[in-house]
């Protein structure tokens, strides 16, 4: 069987990648840090209780996994997190967790399962965001975090496209989970106005359902209407 490893997958967008991942016939080692609110329950889904900023946990947790499996054939670096505002209104430790969730952990897990990845010529999916592709103001540190995403991502395909390596950076606008729930704003109301995490997994699948030979780098999903309430 076919194993992928899917960061942030205890909600929203990974949850829902997480779950297209099994019914493609991947074991998943989903990681997060709190699972009871994910409603999952799959024997191939490995919950994988993990806090991405704390590298030794990381670096710990990746080894225990490489014990127990041969080849890691996907790798989805898709927790993040985002605090918004005026720069001058952030703090020290919410950008450096935004640094270590956002852009530290994938260029760690990448370091780390990247022979294994080489070995299954398989795939990293970064999921990125709209704000890594166009100025994000009131969002400079987040969006900052996710250009640097996307530069990555561009940047390690040259170096491994040769290797059979796929990467592939996704860029979803404002997508309806709980990334919301902490800030002062949310999307519309109407379906015309968010991507759904459904949608940004279809992108997952429709990545890995491409031809050897054939590589999707770089997908953007935004809604038909662009709408921000405040809440
Ligand atoms: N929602 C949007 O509008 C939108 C748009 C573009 C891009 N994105 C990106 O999509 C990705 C998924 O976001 P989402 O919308 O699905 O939000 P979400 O529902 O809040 O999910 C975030 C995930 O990241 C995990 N996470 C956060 N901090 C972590 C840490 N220190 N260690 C381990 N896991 C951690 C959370 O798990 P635990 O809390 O259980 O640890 C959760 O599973 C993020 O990278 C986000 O930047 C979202």
Redesign the pocket.
Known sequence: MKASVV????????LEIARTLLRLGYRVYG????FSKADINHTEFIKTV????DIDELTNTISGIRKWESCIHVLVN?????YFGPHEQLNAQKIRTMVA??LQAPLILTQLLLRDIKKSRGYIIN?S??TGKRVCAHGCAYGATKAALTHFSNSLFEETRKAGVKVVAIH????K???YDHLDFRQGDIPESYIT?KCVAQAVETVLSQREGTVVTDITLRPQRNMIIRK
């Open positions: 960061t942030g997958a205890t909600s929203g967008i990974g990681f997060g840090r709190d993990c806090d991405l900023e898709n927790a993040g997190v985002g969730v956002n999921i965001s709209i979803p606008d404002m997508t989970t709980s990334f995490a």
